[in-house]
T-cell receptor
């Protein structure tokens, strides 16, 4: 299984809603990522988890709250978002070698397209 | 810090034409280099990679050679197909096991029959 599965594929929410994006992989990858991608732009890193612990937060607003409940799952909780948060949210994972080195080779899901009204 | 500079797009070619998308980088140490492809409406897929100088990555007829002397990793394909239409991203990660992947701005490629 070499897939990263993201749900939902599409999400429309109001600025007062609370919703969550989910991501799952079964490749044994111990690094997992959230990226945000606006139209015609490269992905922007939001968060990185290594061994289920948050290792990088790229100064993301607190209305985005990541969670890594176990080595296969990654969630992104959304609350009080703004219309400018509308984007494609990509989850990815990568292998950490026994030496502790991250290969840097990311496997991406197809993304969750979020629209904030 | 690390940075990746990609050829500006969009690029439009006829089927069976030769493709080159330029990519140069700035990095400390000895980075690993990647090309990712994003087809319309999809996430990114790794196309090819190279982890040390003079390595050549190849996949699906695409090739790129890690040139340390020119800090480049240009993507080439000898004969493109309509199905190659996509956005191509050059990217790097440092050799220190850094978890951060630095992307170029992406190059949109359209192949016309």
């Amino acid at each position: 299984d070499t897939e990263v599965t993201q749900t939902p594929k599409h999400l429309v929410m109001g600025m007062t809603n609370k919703k969550s994006l989910k991501c799952e992989q079964h490749m044994g990858h111990r690094a997992m990522y959230w990226y945000k991608q606006k139209a015609k732009k490269p992905p922007e890193l939001m968060f990185v988890y290594s061994y289920e612990k948050l290792s990088i937060n790229e100064s993301v607003p607190s209305r985005f709250s990541p969670e890594c409940p176990n080595s296969s799952l990654l969630n992104l909780h959304l609350h009080a978002l703004q219309p400018e948060d509308s984007a494609l949210y990509l989850c990815a994972s990568s292998l950490i070698l026994l030496t502790g080195t991250n290969t840097g080779e990311l496997f991406f899901g197809e993304g969750s397209r979020l629209t904030v009204l | 810090g690390n940075s990746v500079t990609q050829m500006e797009g969009p690029v439009t070619l006829s089927e069976e034409a030769f493709l080159t998308i330029n990519c140069t980088y700035t990095a400390t140490g000895y980075p690993s280099l990647f090309w990712y492809v994003q087809y319309p409406g999809e996430g990114l897929q790794l196309l090819l990679k190279a982890t040390k100088a003079d390595d050549k990555g190849s996949n699906k007829g695409f090739e790129a050679t890690y040139r340390k002397e020119t800090t480049s990793f240009h993507l080439e394909k000898g004969s493109v197909q309509v199905s190659d239409s996509a956005v191509y991203f050059c990217a790097l990660t440092s050799n220190f096991g850094n978890e951060k992947l630095t992307f170029g701005t992406g190059t949109r490629l359209t192949i016309i029959p």
